[in-house]
């Protein structure tokens, strides 16, 4: 009796042991997707399909894993990568992170426990500096020459593959400006649009709207908005592609006085014809119903909010006009790549990576994926399939055009919006700073944040 | 004789099983941190650990005992090792350098901690962060507390009521937080004609998040309170009865002396909560809206959990976060010490 409890004890023992050193030694493992989920994010991952994967490794096909940034392109990249295994018998496992989750602090824990996807998301210059240790040199891919928006070092390398081009301005209503007669394309400076603004608020009850302007000002979750998407016309517009002067005086924490109280009239004016509670307490939610259901003619966002249109059965034409700052005229609108994708430089397959990566790029059916299907812009000139989106319509028009500037925003300092100037276009739209103060303040919030 | 020769074969049997597991360990984590991707080294981690313990566990010696006990905490003392000691021990040292979460490149000393107390929003964090702790612990303590006098009392319906206040405390803080948030801007402006969103002003937005959590709260501590009352003697509420006490002498010379002890409990476990206050204030608000403080403009409802996850997340300075996370875990440390030594007091004065 008793030499069988001890043998029971021994057992329980030798268990919990065992199961212990089980979990903490089992890191060399290829089998990345049952880690995947034991993250804790919101990871739509196909870790279901991991006994097919292990057939295809068979078949010698191989199998890379993408780290997606954008949740809303989830399906849509994994039909293509069916149809891509299919073609090559590469498996492509895409595991898209959004909604929320910090998709930087992901892929770190991902490199902690030595579990780094083949190719991943990043996001600007902050995010470069970050990973540039982890990034492979693709200058010498062949889609590089066929576009504008690949990720270039400041040494001339191209790290990141654009899969997409994104373009914001000021939105309108192109039904409600037609009523009240003003004409989208004569929006190119800030005169142009008092005018405008004035007549379309003029006539209001004519035209059932409530406010001219959309905006969002609120810094804890509209920050973006204004602190980056605006803000980005003090940074590039009316300015070259390669023309960083204030974003290089920016990141030394330095800003332009007269160009900031230009920018200043243009967001005082804006916010005066805004819907007021919108302004200051609405989210991304309020700001777009209150356009979409043609309570006003104008909105500050870009074509990504195409998709969200026939949840409002968004009836009326639209299109993306400058966000003019200024009293010359500044024709063009600001669009770039959202983000990149990297190849980690560590992988085994990266070869795998750059034939998916150029399949994307330049076929009937890569850019049949991205254009038609994500209904994004191709970043690749040499792509036929034409947007049939309102917004992206637009959007390749000012692009086709050559009429665009670049998002210099995205190489600000990681965070500044959220934790320094948000809050002051938040205190400007309320109206407890005057536009002299606004100056002022952003002129010292960004001295203290570059330092 | 022939026996205590067969013991001494068995001894060394077991410490020979026992170097054998230790050398197995020790090759196996010597492979890991070299680099090496050699699949044995699992299976020679999980061999050597059970000769190990199994040496250790048939050893004859004095204090066998003693040494079967270590063999048994040692699942737990490992668990507890690699889940909160390692990584609190990297924590501290992660703060003396300028680690990104990847890695560090130099050690800076003690620059984390000078640079956070001289940031504004920090120091504003703080405040505003034990202003809301003191308010919180306070609203909620009263109106649980009342609720329990409800809850206790011979008011028809007071199981429903015991189970509706507690709902509440059974949804996120998520979720809440993105209704209330809703509740704010949409259904208040509109109840209050011409009014803007509570969540605008800067000290409304922090009576919206204070009203929030106490109604999410109050329901969690009642339960505790109704416990405590419904723990006090019958017969001495009798006996008050029969002496003619009436409801509020009862309450204030029987109940409430009665269970000071829980009193302790809910005002701690209160203060403990306000001061880890993350997911409502991230819903509700995020930090908006903004207020002016000596010319700069700052966010007035950034308690310190969220100021933390801000630093490290969105401005990508880990070191700092996890600076700052340490003088928070140090603080917390102290209300919670506290809290036992008081307890002990007490139960020593019973």
């Known amino acids: 009796m008793i030499k069988w409890k001890k043998i029971v004890a021994i057992a329980i023992a030798a268990v919990m042991t065992l199961s212990l050193t089980a979990c903490g030694s089992n890191t060399s493992s290829s089998d990345n997707t049952a880690d995947n989920t034991a993250s804790g994010t919101e990871v739509s991952d196909s870790s279901a399909e991991s006994t097919a994967a292990e057939s295809s490794t068979e078949s010698g096909g191989g199998e890379i894993r993408l780290v997606n940034g954008k949740i809303e392109i989830d399906e849509q990249l994994k039909t293509y990568a069916e149809k891509y295994e299919e073609k090559t018998g590469v498996k492509v496992n895409i595991e898209s992170l959004g909604g929320g989750v910090d998709i930087s602090g992901t892929l770190k824990g991902y490199l902690a426990a030595g579990n780094m996807p083949d190719m991943y998301v990043f996001g600007g210059e902050g995010d470069y500096n ?49 009523k009240a007669g003003v004409d989208p394309a004569s929006l190119t400076n800030i005169n142009a649009y008092k005018e405008a603004f004035e007549k379309i608020d003029s006539m209001k009850s004519v035209l059932g709207i409530t406010a001219v302007c959309s905006v969002a000002a609120e810094s804890g979750q509209m920050y973006w908005s204004t602190g980056n998407h605006i803000f980005g016309s003090y940074l590039a517009q009316g300015l070259d592609r390669s023309d960083t002067t204030y974003i290089d005086m920016l990141k030394k924490g330095e800003t332009d006085t007269d160009r900031m109280t230009q920018f200043a009239d243009f967001l005082e004016l804006l916010f005066q014809y805004a819907d007021k509670n919108t302004l200051i307490s609405g989210t991304y939610d ?35 006009a400058p966000l003019a700052i200024m009293e010359e005229d500044t024709d063009g609108i600001l669009a770039d790549a959202p983000s990149w994708w990297a190849v980690y430089n560590e992988g085994g397959n990266k070869q795998l990576c750059y034939d998916f990566m150029n ?41 086709k055009a050559g009429k665009t500037y670049s998002w210099q925003w995205s190489k600000m300092p990681e965070g500044i919006a959220l934790n320094a100037t948000g809050v002051i276009f938040e205190s ?17 919030a960004v001295s203290d944040y570059a330092k | 004789m022939k026996a205590g020769k067969k013991d001494y074969l068995y001894k060394i049997i077991c410490i020979v099983t026992i170097a054998a597991g230790i050398a197995a360990i020790v090759s196996a984590l010597i492979l890991d941190f070299s680099g090496s991707k050699s699949n044995i080294r699992g299976p020679m981690l999980l061999i050597g650990m059970t000769a190990l313990i199994f040496g ?54 003690l620059k984390n901690y000078i640079d956070m107390f001289s940031s504004m929003d920090y120091v504003y964090s703080f405040v505003i962060t034990v202003i809301f702790t003191v308010c919180n612990m306070l609203l909620v303590n009263l109106l649980a507390f009342m609720l329990a006098l409800l809850c206790t009392s011979k008011v028809r319906g007071r199981n429903f009521y015991r189970a509706a206040y507690f709902v509440p405390n059974l949804i996120g803080g998520i979720v809440l937080g993105y ?63 029969v002496d003619g006490a009436n409801g509020f002498q009862t309450l204030r010379k029987i109940k409430v002396p009665m269970i000071a002890n829980t009193f302790t409990v809910c005002i701690f476990l209160t203060l403990v909560n306000s001061f880890k206050q993350f997911d409502l204030n991230f819903a509700i608000t995020n ?64």
């Open chain 1, 130 to 178: 970050t990973w540039k240790d982890y990034m492979a040199d693709l200058s010498d891919q062949p889609w590089v020459s066929d576009t504008d928006v690949a990720y270039k070092t400041s040494d001339g390398k191209v790290v990141g593959f654009p899969y997409a081009v994104e373009g914001y301005g000021i939105t309108y209503n192109a039904d409600i400006l037609e």
């Open chain 2, 287 to 350: 930090g908006a809206p903004s207020r002016i403080l000596n010319g700069k403009a700052i966010q007035a409802t950034e308690f310190l959990a969220l100021n933390i996850y801000k630093t490290a997340i969105s401005k990508n300075e880990y070191a700092l976060g996890q600076t700052k996370g340490l003088v928070f875990f140090i603080i917390l440390a102290i209300i919670s010490l506290t809290q036992v030594t008081i307890r002990k007091k007490k139960e020593v004065e019973l």
């Open chain 2, 56 to 109: 250790i566990f048939r050893l004859p010696c004095k204090k066998h005992r003693q040494l079967i006990n270590i063999v048994f905490l040692f699942p737990l003392v490992f668990a507890f090792t690699v889940t909160v000691i390692i990584p609190f021990m990297l924590g501290i040292f992660y703060s003396l350098t300028d680690w990104n979460g990847i890695k560090f490149t130099q050690f800076l000393g």
């Open chain 1, 359 to 399: 399949s994307l790029a330049s076929t009937e059916e890569g850019a049949e994926c991205l254009v038609t299907d994500c209904g994004m812009i191709s970043p690749f000139a040499s792509t036929m399939v034409e947007p049939t989106t309102p917004l992206a319509v637009s959007l390749m028009g000012w692009v």
């Open chain 1, 286 to 320: 309020d700001q777009l119903a209150l356009w979409a259901q043609g309570k006003t003619a104008f909105i500050t966002q870009g074509n990504w909010i195409d998709p969200s249109l026939p949840d409002y059965n968004v009836s009326f034409d639209s299109g993306i």
């Open chain 2, 179 to 241: 209704v209330w948030q809703f509740i704010f801007n949409k259904v208040f402006i509109i109840l209050i004609p011409g009014s803007l969103s509570m969540l605008a002003d800067a000290n409304l937005a922090l009576v919206a998040i204070l009203m929030v959590s106490t109604w999410q709260y109050a329901g969690y501590i009642m339960m505790i309170y109704v416990t405590g009352i419904q723990s006090v003697p019958k017969d001495i509420l009798e006996a008050s009865n």
């Open chain 1, 428 to 444: 400007f739209a309320k109206g407890d700073i005057d536009k002299e103060q606004f100056v002022t303040m952003m002129g010292t």
